[in-house]
Protein backbone atom coordinates (compact mmCIF):
# COMPACT_ATOMS: atom_id res chain seq x y z
CA UNK A 1 0.00 0.00 0.00
CA UNK A 2 1.18 3.47 -1.28
CA UNK A 3 2.02 5.63 1.77
CA UNK A 4 -0.24 9.23 1.58
CA UNK A 5 -0.17 9.97 4.64
CA UNK A 6 2.13 11.72 7.68
CA UNK A 7 2.55 13.31 10.92
CA UNK A 8 4.33 15.81 11.89
CA UNK A 9 4.75 16.25 15.99
CA UNK A 10 5.41 19.56 16.55
CA UNK A 11 4.26 19.94 20.32
CA UNK A 12 7.72 20.20 22.08
CA UNK A 13 8.57 23.12 24.12
CA UNK A 14 12.01 23.37 22.62
CA UNK A 15 13.85 24.17 25.49
CA UNK A 16 16.75 23.24 24.64
CA UNK A 17 17.08 26.61 22.45
CA UNK A 18 15.39 28.91 24.96
CA UNK A 19 14.99 32.10 25.16
CA UNK A 20 14.97 32.18 21.27
CA UNK A 21 11.46 29.73 21.44
CA UNK A 22 10.36 31.63 24.00
CA UNK A 23 7.58 33.34 21.91
CA UNK A 24 8.08 31.29 18.91
CA UNK A 25 8.33 28.14 18.46
CA UNK A 26 10.94 26.03 17.53
CA UNK A 27 9.75 25.02 14.48
CA UNK A 28 9.57 28.03 13.10
CA UNK A 29 13.25 29.03 13.88
CA UNK A 30 14.30 30.03 10.00
CA UNK A 31 16.80 28.22 8.14
CA UNK A 32 18.10 31.33 6.05
CA UNK A 33 15.10 32.57 4.40
CA UNK A 34 12.39 29.69 5.58
CA UNK A 35 11.02 28.37 8.62
CA UNK A 36 12.20 24.62 9.86
CA UNK A 37 8.88 22.96 9.28
CA UNK A 38 8.54 24.22 5.89
CA UNK A 39 11.69 21.79 4.90
CA UNK A 40 10.02 19.33 6.79
CA UNK A 41 6.53 19.53 4.89
CA UNK A 42 7.95 20.31 1.12
CA UNK A 43 9.84 16.94 2.25
CA UNK A 44 6.66 15.46 2.91
CA UNK A 45 5.56 16.61 0.09
CA UNK A 46 8.29 15.54 -2.48
CA UNK A 47 7.90 11.63 -1.29
CA UNK A 48 4.39 11.60 -2.04
CA UNK A 49 2.20 12.21 0.88
CA UNK A 50 -0.62 14.07 0.41
CA UNK A 51 -2.08 15.17 3.90
CA UNK A 52 -0.16 15.77 6.57
CA UNK A 53 -1.36 16.57 10.09
CA UNK A 54 1.00 18.99 12.39
CA UNK A 55 0.67 18.09 15.66
CA UNK A 56 0.73 20.90 17.68
CA UNK A 57 -0.13 22.61 21.37
CA UNK A 58 -0.74 25.76 23.14
CA UNK A 59 1.00 29.04 21.67
CA UNK A 60 1.95 27.61 18.31
CA UNK A 61 -1.19 29.19 15.90
CA UNK A 62 1.80 30.71 14.06
CA UNK A 63 2.40 27.50 12.51
CA UNK A 64 -1.04 27.33 11.49
CA UNK A 65 -0.99 30.81 10.20
CA UNK A 66 2.54 29.96 7.93
CA UNK A 67 0.49 27.66 6.05
CA UNK A 68 -2.43 29.73 5.24
CA UNK A 69 -2.99 32.87 3.04
CA UNK A 70 -2.40 36.20 4.26
CA UNK A 71 -4.52 37.77 2.34
CA UNK A 72 -3.14 41.74 3.13
CA UNK A 73 0.29 40.52 2.45
CA UNK A 74 -0.86 39.39 -0.63
CA UNK A 75 -2.39 42.16 -1.99
CA UNK A 76 0.53 44.12 -1.30
CA UNK A 77 2.39 41.94 -3.17
CA UNK A 78 0.23 41.95 -6.03
CA UNK A 79 0.09 45.79 -6.66
CA UNK A 80 4.02 45.40 -6.52
CA UNK A 81 5.24 44.72 -10.00
CA UNK A 82 8.58 43.71 -8.47
CA UNK A 83 7.63 41.37 -6.39
CA UNK A 84 5.87 38.75 -8.28
CA UNK A 85 8.38 36.25 -7.46
CA UNK A 86 7.93 36.15 -3.57
CA UNK A 87 3.90 36.57 -4.07
CA UNK A 88 4.12 33.12 -6.14
CA UNK A 89 6.13 31.91 -3.30
CA UNK A 90 4.01 33.00 -0.37
CA UNK A 91 1.22 31.24 -2.50
CA UNK A 92 3.06 27.85 -2.69
CA UNK A 93 3.46 27.59 1.06
CA UNK A 94 -0.44 27.90 1.20
CA UNK A 95 -0.91 24.92 -1.86
CA UNK A 96 1.50 22.95 -0.85
CA UNK A 97 -0.41 19.86 0.10
CA UNK A 98 -3.74 19.19 2.51
CA UNK A 99 -2.17 20.31 5.53
CA UNK A 100 -4.59 19.72 8.88
CA UNK A 101 -3.62 20.56 12.80
CA UNK A 102 -4.47 19.28 15.75
CA UNK A 103 -3.26 20.29 19.17
CA UNK A 104 -2.04 17.50 21.92
CA UNK A 105 -3.44 19.20 24.84
CA UNK A 106 -1.02 17.33 27.66
CA UNK A 107 2.67 17.19 26.44
CA UNK A 108 3.05 13.40 27.07
CA UNK A 109 5.27 12.14 24.44
CA UNK A 110 5.89 11.42 21.21
CA UNK A 111 3.87 7.95 21.39
CA UNK A 112 1.19 9.92 22.91
CA UNK A 113 1.29 12.38 20.18
CA UNK A 114 1.36 10.05 17.97
CA UNK A 115 -1.75 7.78 19.28
CA UNK A 116 -3.67 11.33 19.03
CA UNK A 117 -3.58 10.77 14.90
CA UNK A 118 -5.22 8.04 15.25
CA UNK A 119 -8.20 8.63 14.14
CA UNK A 120 -6.34 10.83 10.86
CA UNK A 121 -4.60 7.86 9.76
CA UNK A 122 -7.37 5.08 9.87
CA UNK A 123 -6.42 1.83 8.66
CA UNK A 124 -3.23 3.18 6.72
CA UNK A 125 0.45 3.24 6.65
CA UNK A 126 1.71 6.81 7.85
CA UNK A 127 4.86 8.69 7.76
CA UNK A 128 6.18 10.21 11.13
CA UNK A 129 8.02 13.49 10.36
CA UNK A 130 10.28 14.36 13.45
CA UNK A 131 9.65 18.13 13.96
CA UNK A 132 13.20 19.14 15.21
CA UNK A 133 14.70 17.28 12.27
CA UNK A 134 15.31 18.84 8.79
CA UNK A 135 17.22 16.61 6.45
CA UNK A 136 18.41 17.69 3.38
CA UNK A 137 18.47 15.33 0.34
CA UNK A 138 18.55 15.19 -3.43
CA UNK A 139 15.89 11.96 -2.77
CA UNK A 140 13.79 12.58 0.15
CA UNK A 141 14.63 11.02 2.92
CA UNK A 142 10.83 10.07 3.87
CA UNK A 143 10.54 8.80 -0.25
CA UNK A 144 13.36 6.43 0.74
CA UNK A 145 11.42 5.49 4.06
CA UNK A 146 8.10 4.75 1.94
CA UNK A 147 9.82 3.11 -0.77
CA UNK A 148 11.27 0.10 1.82
CA UNK A 149 7.88 0.42 3.55
CA UNK A 150 6.04 -0.08 0.26
CA UNK A 151 8.59 -3.04 -1.02
CA UNK A 152 9.13 -5.41 2.50
CA UNK A 153 5.46 -4.26 3.91
CA UNK A 154 7.29 -3.57 7.10
CA UNK A 155 8.09 -0.33 9.21
CA UNK A 156 10.82 1.19 8.24
CA UNK A 157 12.91 3.86 10.91
CA UNK A 158 14.96 6.06 8.92
CA UNK A 159 18.60 5.67 10.78
CA UNK A 160 22.37 7.10 10.58
CA UNK A 161 25.64 6.01 12.49
CA UNK A 162 26.82 8.49 15.16
CA UNK A 163 29.54 8.77 17.41
CA UNK A 164 29.43 6.21 20.64
CA UNK A 165 29.19 9.48 23.05
CA UNK A 166 25.92 10.82 20.52
CA UNK A 167 24.10 7.16 20.65
CA UNK A 168 23.13 7.32 24.72
CA UNK A 169 21.02 10.45 23.74
CA UNK A 170 19.19 8.45 20.97
CA UNK A 171 18.88 4.60 20.75
CA UNK A 172 20.72 1.93 19.41
CA UNK A 173 19.58 -0.82 16.89
CA UNK A 174 20.14 -4.34 16.82
CA UNK A 175 20.40 -4.72 13.55
CA UNK A 176 21.37 -7.13 10.09
CA UNK A 177 21.98 -6.87 6.94
CA UNK A 178 18.78 -7.21 4.29
CA UNK A 179 20.20 -5.34 1.17
CA UNK A 180 22.33 -2.43 0.28
CA UNK A 181 21.32 0.27 2.56
CA UNK A 182 18.25 -1.56 4.16
CA UNK A 183 19.27 -3.45 7.49
CA UNK A 184 16.64 -5.98 9.47
CA UNK A 185 15.90 -4.33 12.62
CA UNK A 186 15.66 -6.89 15.72
CA UNK A 187 16.01 -4.55 18.63
CA UNK A 188 16.05 -1.33 19.94
CA UNK A 189 16.83 0.39 23.14
CA UNK A 190 16.22 4.04 24.11
CA UNK A 191 19.14 6.85 25.63
CA UNK A 192 20.91 3.44 26.18
CA UNK A 193 24.20 2.58 28.79
CA UNK A 194 27.29 2.03 27.27
CA UNK A 195 26.91 -1.41 28.32
CA UNK A 196 23.71 -1.83 26.37
CA UNK A 197 25.00 -0.14 22.97
CA UNK A 198 23.96 -2.75 20.07
CA UNK A 199 25.37 -0.53 17.07
CA UNK A 200 25.94 3.12 16.22
CA UNK A 201 22.85 3.30 14.54
CA UNK A 202 20.53 5.29 16.22
CA UNK A 203 16.69 6.34 14.33
CA UNK A 204 16.95 10.14 13.47
CA UNK A 205 14.26 11.99 12.53
CA UNK A 206 12.20 10.07 10.23
CA UNK A 207 10.08 6.25 10.44
CA UNK A 208 7.39 4.98 8.66
CA UNK A 209 4.72 2.86 10.32
CA UNK A 210 1.80 0.56 9.56
CA UNK A 211 -1.70 1.09 11.32
CA UNK A 212 -1.46 -1.24 13.99
CA UNK A 213 1.14 0.61 15.91
CA UNK A 214 -1.93 2.42 17.21
CA UNK A 215 -3.46 -0.55 19.34
CA UNK A 216 0.47 -1.18 20.37
CA UNK A 217 0.72 2.26 21.37
CA UNK A 218 -2.57 2.64 23.14
CA UNK A 219 -1.25 -0.27 25.30
CA UNK A 220 2.12 1.22 26.39
CA UNK A 221 2.43 2.61 30.03
CA UNK A 222 3.86 5.66 30.80
CA UNK A 223 7.78 6.11 31.29
CA UNK A 224 7.70 5.85 35.01
CA UNK A 225 10.40 8.78 35.46
CA UNK A 226 9.17 11.26 32.64
CA UNK A 227 5.45 10.17 32.55
CA UNK A 228 5.49 10.48 28.92
CA UNK A 229 4.69 7.63 26.11
CA UNK A 230 7.59 6.52 24.24
CA UNK A 231 7.09 5.81 20.47
CA UNK A 232 10.30 3.41 20.93
CA UNK A 233 8.40 0.58 23.30
CA UNK A 234 5.80 0.29 20.81
CA UNK A 235 8.19 -0.11 17.61
CA UNK A 236 10.37 -2.74 19.97
CA UNK A 237 7.34 -4.77 19.51
CA UNK A 238 7.31 -4.73 15.96
CA UNK A 239 10.88 -5.26 15.71
CA UNK A 240 10.07 -8.42 17.93
CA UNK A 241 7.21 -9.56 15.97
CA UNK A 242 10.26 -9.08 12.77
CA UNK A 243 8.38 -6.27 10.59
CA UNK A 244 10.59 -3.46 11.25
CA UNK A 245 13.17 -2.30 8.59
CA UNK A 246 15.80 0.30 8.79
CA UNK A 247 16.73 2.50 6.36
CA UNK A 248 20.22 4.45 6.20
CA UNK A 249 18.64 7.06 4.36
CA UNK A 250 20.77 9.62 1.79
CA UNK A 251 20.81 13.17 3.11
CA UNK A 252 22.38 15.11 5.83
CA UNK A 253 20.33 16.00 8.92
CA UNK A 254 20.15 19.03 11.39
CA UNK A 255 18.93 19.24 15.08
CA UNK A 256 16.77 22.13 14.80
CA UNK A 257 16.18 21.48 18.81
CA UNK A 258 20.03 22.05 19.53
CA UNK A 259 21.93 25.63 19.03
CA UNK A 260 24.75 24.17 17.44
CA UNK A 261 22.51 22.23 14.91
CA UNK A 262 20.78 25.66 13.64
CA UNK A 263 23.72 27.19 13.43
CA UNK A 264 25.21 24.31 11.13
CA UNK A 265 21.85 24.47 8.81
CA UNK A 266 21.81 27.99 8.34
CA UNK A 267 25.70 27.85 7.43
CA UNK A 268 25.55 25.19 4.71
CA UNK A 269 22.42 25.61 3.35
CA UNK A 270 23.14 29.31 3.09
CA UNK A 271 26.61 28.26 0.74
CA UNK A 272 24.21 26.69 -1.65
CA UNK A 273 21.19 29.13 -1.31
CA UNK A 274 20.52 31.31 -4.70
CA UNK A 275 20.61 34.27 -3.91
CA UNK A 276 23.22 34.73 -1.53
CA UNK A 277 25.22 31.91 -2.39
CA UNK A 278 28.49 32.99 -3.34
CA UNK A 279 28.65 36.24 -1.48
CA UNK A 280 28.16 34.23 1.44
CA UNK A 281 30.97 32.02 0.78
CA UNK A 282 33.32 35.09 0.15
CA UNK A 283 32.10 36.22 3.37
CA UNK A 284 32.92 32.89 5.60
CA UNK A 285 36.61 32.40 3.57
CA UNK A 286 37.30 36.22 5.00
CA UNK A 287 36.23 35.53 8.50
CA UNK A 288 38.69 32.18 8.78
CA UNK A 289 41.15 34.12 8.07
CA UNK A 290 40.55 35.93 11.54
CA UNK A 291 39.83 32.77 13.75
Do not use: W
Not at 53 to 70: M, P, Q, S, W, Y
Not at 81 to 105: P, S, T
Not at 157 to 178: F, N
Amino acid sequence: MKVKKAIIPAAGLGTRVLPASKAVPKEMLNIVDKPAIQYIVEEAVASGIEDILIITNRGKGVIEDHFDHAFELESNLKNSANKQDILEQCNKIANLANVYFLRQKETKGLGHAVLCARNFVGNEPFAVLYGDDVIISDNPATKQLCEAYEKYGCGAVGVKEVSRQAITKYCTLDVSPLEDNIMKCHNLIEKPSPEEIMSLYAILGRVVLPPEIFDIIAKTEPDKKSGEVNLTVPMVELAKQGKLNAVEYEGIRYDMGDKLGIMQANCEVALKHSEIGEDFKNYIKELAKTL
